[in-house]
């Protein structure tokens, strides 16, 4: 099991940058595709963008393209979000996930990720 910790969400205005962490511990090495997640109150979990743990392989969400960034620092056993542009739409909780499945067809969807961290609040006001 992977135990996933996010922190760097808060109140933003919209315009303003986020740089939401997501700390790795544990069964790290059984992790191959590390993705982010958002859910705003009465939606269904949204894909944001997935990073290929190893080489770093990415892939940002149409919903924040041009505005986000992942990556990762494998010597911190950390992923991070960037989103710059903020809108209030962009409000949600965010979750950062785990997973060992290598097809990547299927690495924007939730059911791929089997360990999921508590999420980070972001609100982005008008």
């Known amino acids: 099991q992977v135990q996933l910790v996010e922190s760097g969400g808060g109140l933003v205005q919209a315009g303003g940058s986020l740089r939401l962490s997501c700390e790795l511990s544990?069964?790290?090495?059984?992790?191959?595709?590390m993705a982010w997640f958002r859910q705003a109150p009465g939606k269904e979990r949204e894909f944001i963008a997935f990073?290929?743990?190893?080489?770093?392989?990415?892939h940002v969400g149409d919903s924040v393209k041009g505005r986000s960034t992942i990556s990762r620092d494998r010597t911190k056993s950390t992923v991070y979000l960037e989103m710059n542009n903020l809108k209030t739409e962009d409000t949600a909780v965010y979750y950062c996930?785990?997973?060992?499945?290598?097809?990547?067809?299927?690495?924007?969807?939730?059911?791929?990720?089997?360990?999921w961290g508590q999420g980070t609040q972001v609100t982005v006001s008008s």
């Open positions: 544990g069964r790290t090495l059984s992790v191959y595709i």
């Open positions: 990073i290929r743990w190893n080489d770093g392989t990415t």
């Open positions: 996930a785990a997973g060992q499945t290598y097809n990547a067809a299927r690495w924007s969807l939730p059911s791929s990720y089997t360990d």
